[in-house]
């Protein structure tokens, strides 16, 4: 097998893998809403389906869902473990491709330009729901395999095993308990992870650190039932105002977390990080204006965006669900109210103890006439990763062969909350190696990914499992 016959058949097919993309993307697999259930799981048979026709082998669906845990979503299974010994008489190590099938929902629709679930091809971009985030990246996967499959005549250069799951945008609690519980059957010695973004266009970058997360839910209720608004304002407590006065009491002005001890953990990047980030092709000017398109960027003052992105935690509210929100007017005083927040951690953070502080933080907090329900919805470990190993260079010499330039490491201010499983429970490095945009549009209207990036990262895992199993 030759890693140039592995190249040249992705290339001349091209056109077919993303077609097959395109399928893959009309299934509407929302994991986070019970009504899309069945399209999670026939986007796993589709999955599951590919990984067969293509070569692997033991290719099966894991069930994750329990008594306790119903609307649990299947992990995707596949393994090759065929490449026996390597030129120095030892076995040659096996890579853990790992990716997800699961999405985002796609609301607010109106904001998008085409259907979310209708792949759409423009200025060389393909538009879906899921496009990069992560179908894309992970069908890169599939379809790298399958091009070393063919050019090896059925075989490939490394033992791979794949595992694929379907609740990473709600937090990965599946595929954690079945690592947590049968860790020996994803044994391996490197994880390969594409769900992360290149710095800038045209630059290979590698993820060596992630943020954590905490995901909560805060319940205000006040009367038995909802109440006219005429008859009982001003007597009656009202949920959604006694939330924004906890809310508002959770940062300061400047963007400062106002949780007494959350910040008494925070690791500070190394030196030779921050020169790195420095070094790195940034244009704040452009990040406001572009990506976020804000009249101003906030935060804590005294750190650079990339640092505040990056390194240090962050507290955000995502949605007040409750009480009245159709057209017209309806005066309710609402008998409940509930806000969905979330908090970035970084190292050496863990997400009990800032939970623990951010819940008894917010019950001191609670107004009169309210009672406070303080929820963990799901959580997962900030994490760093080691770039002093050979499964790193394995893949900065295949994104150089691809990209022509030296690979750039950074940090993601997002979580993949199954890496830092990787490191605790199968003790084995993780390779981060995405190839997202930052204007990609990720959990946003008009998702999108370029198509010039499918098709260098297929080309640059060829290389990097080539280069593994050498």
């Excluded at 056109?15 to 986070?32: C, M, N, Q, W, Y």
């Excluded at 393909?126 to 379809?143: F, I, P, T």
């Excluded at 954690?176 to 010695?189: K, S, T």
Aim: proline share 6%.
């Amino acid at each position: 097998m030759t890693i140039k016959a592995a190249v040249e058949f992705a290339q001349e097919n091209q056109g077919r893998f993303v077609e097959e993309l395109k399928a893959l993307l009309r299934i509407p697999s929302v994991s986070t809403a019970p009504e899309h259930a069945g399209d999670v799981r026939l986007a796993a048979e589709f999955v599951a389906a590919e990984l067969k026709r293509i070569g692997m082998e033991n290719v099966r669906l894991i069930e994750t869902a329990t008594a306790e845990r119903p609307g649990g979503h299947p992990l995707v299974y596949a393994d090759w473990l065929k490449a026996g010994l390597g030129a120095d008489g030892k076995a040659k190590p096996t890579v853990l491709c790992y990716g997800h099938y699961d999405v985002q929902p796609a609301e607010p629709l109106d904001e998008w330009l085409s259907p979310p679930f209708e792949p759409t091809e423009r200025n060389g971009n393909l538009y879906a729901r899921g496009a990069v985030d992560d179908k894309g990246q992970m069908w890169m996967h599939v379809k790298a395999l399958e091009s070393l499959m063919v050019a090896g005549g059925g075989t490939l250069p490394v033992n791979v095993r794949v595992i694929v799951e379907g609740e990473e945008e709600v937090g990965g609690e599946g595929i954690a308990h079945f690592v947590r519980a049968h860790g020996d059957q994803l044994q391996a010695d490197v994880a390969l992870v594409s769900d992360t973004e290149m710095f800038a266009p045209d630059l290979p970058t590698l993820c060596v650190g992630l943020r954590g997360m905490i995901y909560t839910e805060i319940e205000a209720r006040g009367a038995r039932t909802d109440l006219h608004s005429g008859m009982y304002g001003g007597a009656a407590p009202n949920p959604f105002v006694a939330l924004a006065q906890v809310i508002a009491q959770l940062k300061d002005a400047e963007g400062k977390i106002l949780i007494p001890g959350f910040y008494d953990k925070v690791a500070k990047p190394t030196e030779a990080e921050l020169k790195a980030w420095k070094a790195l092709p940034f244009d704040e000017e452009h990040y406001r204006e572009t990506e976020v398109g804000s009249v101003a960027l906030t935060g804590e003052p005294g750190y650079s965006v990339l640092e505040r992105t990056w390194s240090r935690p962050t507290l955000d509210v995502h949605g007040m669900p409750g009480g009245f929100i159709g057209a017209g007017a309806k005066t309710v005083i609402p008998a409940k109210a509930v806000a969905k927040v979330s908090m970035r951690l970084v190292p050496d953070m863990t997400p009990a103890e800032a939970f623990a502080q951010y819940k008894a933080y917010v019950e001191l907090l609670t107004p009169k006439g309210i009672v406070l329900e303080v929820r963990m919805i799901h959580s997962g470990d900030p994490i760093v990763v080691s770039t002093d190993n050979v499964y790193v260079k394995a893949a900065t010499d295949a994104m150089h062969t691809v990209f022509g330039k030296e690979t750039v490491f950074v940090r993601g201010g997002g979580s993949i909350p199954i890496v830092g499983d990787f490191v605790r429970e199968l003790t084995i490095p993780t390779v981060m190696m995405g190839f997202g945009l930052p204007d990609d549009n990720l959990h946003a209207p008009n998702e999108k990914f370029h198509l010039a990036n499918f098709y260098r990262g297929i080309e640059s895992i060829v290389r990097f499992l080539s280069g593994v199993g050498a």
